[in-house]
């Protein structure tokens, strides 16, 4: 059986949900290890280093809210950038620069992510593919996972907020991504 750590947000920029961490609290699965992370620059990844360090999965599966989107997007790519003009839970406000300057300006992930919507269409789930995680602490985290830990073949996936699309049923949709690694 595949191990799979997934991991959402708490709540951030004055919300009173996030709905990626009320997704992560409704998925019940053996092989998952859910996580809720704070949404601050540093701790985010820290913490997700180190559940991934015990759990030693072998898929990290990120999920974050995407504010104004209608549809579950599965992330392609993550830049090596940070731009965003809020600062993040801790006041922390990252500079508009290179995550890491010494590494290329973006990573694709490995993740089938091709396969995995082609099966979703099929049933007319609300997915898409999606090709800028954002410039806030989404996009850092998925540039920093998918740079340390490209083996685990790491996936984030922005969701839509509840009154789009409730939380229940876009967390049958994840738990069918997870059923399907």
């Known amino acids: 059986m595949k191990r799979i750590l997934l991991t959402g947000f708490k709540p ?31 701790k985010a990844f820290q913490n997700l280093k180190a559940a991934a360090d015990k759990v030693n999965p072998d898929y990290i599966v990120m999920l974050g809210y995407a504010a ?17 003009l809020h ?10 620069d290179k995550i890491d300057p010494d590494q290329p300006l973006s990573v694709m992930t490995t993740f089938p ?3 995995v919507i082609t099966k979703l269409h099929v049933k007319s789930y609300p997915i898409e593919l999606s090709f ?12 920093k996972v998918l740079t340390r830990f490209p083996d685990k073949m790491p996936i984030f ?23 399907m690694l």
Not at 132 to 141: R, Y
Not at 157 to 179: D, F, M
Request: proline share 4%; charged share 20%.
């Open 12 to 42: 951030f920029l004055g919300d009173k949900t996030n709905p990626s961490e009320l997704i992560c609290s409704k998925i019940k699965m053996e092989q998952v290890t859910s996580l809720i992370l704070p949404v601050e620059f540093q």
């Open 68 to 84: 104004g989107s209608a549809r579950l997007r599965l992330e392609k790519v993550a830049m090596n950038w940070n731009e965003s």
């Open 87 to 96: 600062a993040d839970e801790s006041g922390y406000k990252a500079p508009i």
């Open 113 to 115: 992510i091709t396969e």
């Open 132 to 143: 800028s995680a954002g410039g806030f602490v989404c996009n850092n985290l998925y540039y």
């Open 157 to 179: 996936i922005h969701v839509p907020s509840e009154n789009i699309i409730r939380a229940e049923w876009q967390a049958e949709v994840i738990s069918e991504i997870l059923n």
